[in-house]
Nanobody
Framework: QVQLVESGGGFMQAGDSLRLSCVASRDTFTSYTIAWFRQAPGKEREFVATVRMGRTFYADFVKGRFSVSKDNARTAVLLQMNSLEPEDTAHYFC??????????????????WGQGTQVTVSS
């Protein structure tokens, strides 16, 4: 059974840092690519970051501010977000799937989703 549980969201000020965690079941963690997405009100869900076979992939808007990593002991994918901006306000989701390398970014490439965690950044 695929299980994904996000945590770490909150109300932040611009410039703050925040770390999101996506804890997966061990089978999910080892068998799927797990990625972070976000969705702001009135906008489409968009890719944020993922780590796959030791390589990290980021959306252009991250601009070096975010860092994604895997915590093998906790079977978690972590998203460290620095220099937060009001534009980062969104519901952040992690998703599991088996996309090919060229299809890491489309949400349609992922078959399982967590409930998400809200991040709100005020100016």
């Amino acid at each position: 059974q695929v299980q994904l549980v996000e945590s770490g969201g909150g109300f932040m000020q611009a410039g703050d840092s925040l770390r999101l965690s996506c804890v997966a079941s061990r089978d999910t963690f080892t068998s799927y690519t797990i990625a972070w997405f976000r969705q702001a009100p009135g906008k489409e869900r968009e890719f944020v970051a993922t780590v796959r076979m030791g390589r990290t992939f980021y959306a252009d808007f991250v601009k070096g501010r975010f860092s994604v990593s895997k915590d093998n002991a906790r079977t978690a994918v972590l998203l460290q977000m620095n220099s937060l901006e009001p534009e980062d306000t969104a519901h952040y989701f992690c998703a599991a799937g088996r996309p090919i390398l060229s299809s890491l970014r489309p949400p349609q490439s992922y078959s399982h989703w967590g409930q998400g965690t809200q991040v709100t950044v005020s100016s």
